[in-house]
């Protein structure tokens, strides 16, 4: 169930409406349709049950201004993290990540400060929706890759090479996997019309 925050957020993400303030996105951070399976970048390291409050303090969920969450995204855990990500980076982190409140601009946060792939051991189950419906790439792997190496995702076959070391992951189901090559839910329900 789409609950009504998410709707105007996604209204925001898509350019708005008549209800919603116009937002513009930084095109160099987001890409919102047709990604490409191989996602290139540099690894953050994360620990075991990173919650949304982490990812997105909820001092922040009164606006849907997607430059507001990639502001802060991560700022629980790294308050500088936004400003030195860069495009195509990648979370790889424990156990459990996006446990804790329920929250659509957790995954929106970590796309729009222009991370590439959330990798983790686990997920927790509403995080890993959102992520899908979003459009952020999601693997569940267990990986050894240090912070700052850099690293190669094929969101399509689950692998994360680093260090020359291929790791394999669960593979997404295939109409998973073809919403998130659409860029989310809402590009991939316009492409069937």
């Given at each position: 169930?789409?609950?009504?925050?998410?709707?105007?957020?996604?209204?925001?993400?898509?350019?708005?409406?008549?209800f919603t303030s116009r937002k513009t996105?930084?095109?160099?951070?987001?890409?919102?349709?047709?990604?490409?399976?191989?996602?290139?970048?540099?690894?953050?390291?994360?620990?075991?049950?990173?919650?949304?409050?982490?990812?997105?303090?909820?001092?922040?969920?009164?606006?849907?201004?997607?430059?507001?969450?990639?502001?802060?995204?991560?700022?629980?855990?790294?308050?500088?993290?936004?400003?030195?990500?860069?495009?195509?980076?990648?979370?790889?982190?424990?156990?459990?990540?996006?446990?804790?409140?329920?929250?659509?601009?957790?995954?929106?946060?970590?796309?729009?400060?222009?991370?590439?792939?959330?990798?983790?051991?686990?997920?927790?189950?509403?995080?890993?929706?959102?992520?899908?419906?979003?459009?952020?790439?999601?693997?569940?792997?267990?990986?050894?890759?240090?912070?700052?190496?850099?690293?190669?995702?094929?969101?399509?076959?689950?692998?994360?090479?680093?260090?020359?070391?291929?790791?394999?992951?669960i593979k997404l189901p295939g109409f998973?996997?073809?919403?998130?090559?659409?860029?989310?839910?809402?590009?991939?329900?316009?492409?069937?019309?």
């Open positions: 169930m789409i609950t009504g925050s998410v709707v105007v957020i996604i209204n925001n993400l898509l350019g708005g409406n008549s996105l930084n095109p160099t951070k987001v890409k919102e349709a047709n990604m490409s399976p191989i996602i290139k970048g540099r690894i953050w390291r994360f620990a075991d049950n990173i919650d949304t409050d982490l990812i997105i303090p909820g001092k922040y969920l009164r606006t849907t201004d997607m430059s507001v969450f990639a502001a802060h995204a991560m700022e629980g855990i790294d308050p500088e993290f936004s400003k030195k990500v860069t495009k195509n980076d990648i979370i790889v982190a424990g156990k459990n990540f996006g446990c804790g409140s329920s929250r659509e601009q957790a995954p929106l946060a970590l796309k729009h400060a222009g991370v590439g792939c959330v990798v983790a051991e686990s997920f927790a189950r509403i995080f890993f929706r959102n992520s899908i419906n979003v459009g952020l790439p999601i693997i569940e792997a267990v990986v050894d890759c240090k912070h700052s190496d850099v690293a190669s995702v094929d969101i399509e076959k689950g692998t994360v090479t680093c260090q020359g070391k291929t790791h394999q992951g998973l996997m073809t919403i998130l090559l659409d860029g989310g839910l809402i590009q991939h329900r316009r492409k069937q019309k």
